[in-house]
C-alpha cells in the first residue's frame, strides 16, 4: 500500500505504516501516487453508500501526508457544507482545506513557475507526476475554497472576491491545460495522466461554466485580471471529464447535474437540460442504487419535470436511506416543502417548514417567515390548530438576520423588509406571501409544468384579486398588493398558454409603477417576464428590448442581483435568435 525506504522487511514496513491507523503516520511512511489516487476512489464510492464517517476514516491516517487524502478529506467536507449551507458546516470544511492547501504544498515543484510544467511531460518520472498531481490538487482546493466563499453569499460583491482569491487556481489549471495541449495524441498514456487529464477538464469546466454565468458588469471587471468564461466549452469540458472514468468523473458529473438542476433554475430561466441530468444520473442509479445523495438527485430532476408525486415518494427514500448525514434529510424537506406548496397543500407543507425551523440551522430568518408565509395561505381554524400565533411568528424574522463577511444575505433582507408589516398595531396581512416565494424561488417554472396546478394557482390569486377590488378600506400597501397579485396571475396564464391576457396583466403592473411604495422589485422583474412572454411567442427584439430596460433602468431593489443573473442568462440565450416580428 505504502512505499518506505528503511530496509524493513515487507511485513515490517506494512505494519509500521498502519499501526495505530487513526493517528498521524509516521513520516518515514510514504503512500505512492497510484495507492492515493485508488483510496481516495474507495472513499468515494463510500460516500455515495452512504458510509460518510468510513469514508472519512479511510483518509485520514494520511490526509497530513498524501496530496489525494488531503484533497478527499477536504472534498467530503465541502460537500457536506455546499449541500447543507450551514455555517459550521462551511466553517469546518473552510479549515479542513486550509490544511490541505499546506500538504498539496509540500509536493509542488520548488522554485519554479507553474508555467514550467510543460517541461515535466518529457520526463515522466514519479517525481514530476506527483509535482504535475500536486498542483492539479492544489489548485482543486483553491477551488473548492472560492466554492464556499460563493455559497456564503449570492451578492455581487463576493463573487468578485471569490473570483479574485482564486485567480492563482485558474493560471494553474490553465498552466496544467497546456500540458495536455501538448501531449495530445501522443500513444499509450500512463493512468496516472489519465487521472490528471480529468482533473483539468473538471477544473476548467467548473471555472469556465462558473465565470459564463456572471453578469457582464462583473465579468469585465475578471477579465481584467485574467478571467473569462466560456458556458459553451465548460459545459464541453465537464462531459469529457464526466466521461473518461477517473476519480474525478463523478465530480464532473456532479457539477453537470447541479446546474442542470439549480443553477439554471435559481439564477438562469429554468432551462437546465434534464435529458442530459438524466443520463448522466443513471450509471450511479444502478450502481449505488440506495446512495442518498443519488436518490436525492433523482427525485430533483422527477420534480423539474412535473411529476410532484413520484418525486416526493424519492425524497422519502432519500431520507430513509440514511441517518448520519442528517443534513441531507433537510434538504429533502425544504424540496418536500415545496412539493406540497406547488399543489396547495398547506398543511403538509407546513410540517416540513417548521422540521426545517426546529433543526437546520441554515438561515433561520428564512425558515421563520416562509413557515409564516405558508400558515398565511391557510384559513385561520387552521392555523389554530397548528397551535402558532401568526403575527408572532413575522414579528422574530428580524431578529434572525445574519451577517456574512458583514453583508446581510439578499433573501434574509427581503423576508426582513416583507415581515414589518406585521410590526404595528394593526398589522396589514401580506398576500399570497407564499405564492410570491415561490416564485422568488422560480418555483413557477415548475407549476408550469402541469396545467392542473397552474389552473388551481389561479383561481387562488384570482380570489385574492377580487378581495383586492372589493377592499373599502384600501391600505398603503394596497398598490403594491396588486402589483403582486397581477404579476402572479400574468405568470400563471402565459404558462396556460393564454399569451394576451398574460401581457395585459404584466403592462397592468409596469402603468402602476409610480403607484408602487415598497415592493420597487416588482416592476424590474415584471419586465424582465414580459421580456421572456415575447421570446415564447418569438419576438426576440421585443423580448431583448423589455429584458434590457429592466437591466439599464433600475437598481437598488430587492433580489436585484439575483435578476442579474437571470437577465446575463436570457440575453445569453436570445443571442444569435432568428429575428422575427408578430
Known sequence: MAHVGNGASAEEEEEDCFEDAFDRTPSTCRMDLQTAIQETQCALNLVLNNKFSQALDLLKPWWRDSMYHALGYSSILVMQATMTFEQRDIQAAMATIKDALQTCQRFRKRNSVVGSLSSLISRQANLQEEEMHAELCYAECLLQKATLTFVQDENMISFIKGGIKIRTSHQIYKDCQNVLSITQGVAQQSELFRQFEGGVKLGIGSFNLMLSLLPQRVLRLLEFIGFSGNRRFGLSQLREGASNHSLRSILCAFTLLFYNTYVSLILGTGEGDLAEAEALLEPYQEKYPKGSIILFYSARITSL?????????????SISSQQEWKQ?????????MW??????EWQQAYRYADLLCRESRWSKAIYVYQKAAILSMMSAEEVERTGEDLRALFRQVEGLKQRLAGKSIPMEKFAVRKSRRYKASNPVPLVVPALEMMYVWNGFTIVGKRADLTESLLVTIEKVEEQLLKDPNPSEYHPDDSCLVQMLKGLCLKYLGRFLQAELCFTQVLSSESRIRYDHYLVPFTLYELGL??????DFIKATTYIEKAKMN??????????HFRIHAALNSLKGSPVSTP
Open 305 to 317: 419535470r412535473g411529476n410532484l408525486e413520484k418525486a416526493r415518494a424519492r425524497y422519502e427514500e
Open 328 to 336: 441531507i434529510h433537510h434538504i429533502c424537506y425544504w424540496e418536500l
Open 339 to 344: 412539493n406540497h406548496s406547488f399543489q396547495q
Open 533 to 538: 412572454l415575447h421570446k415564447q411567442q418569438g
Open 554 to 563: 433600475y437598481k437598488d431593489y430587492s433580489m436585484e442581483s439575483r435578476l
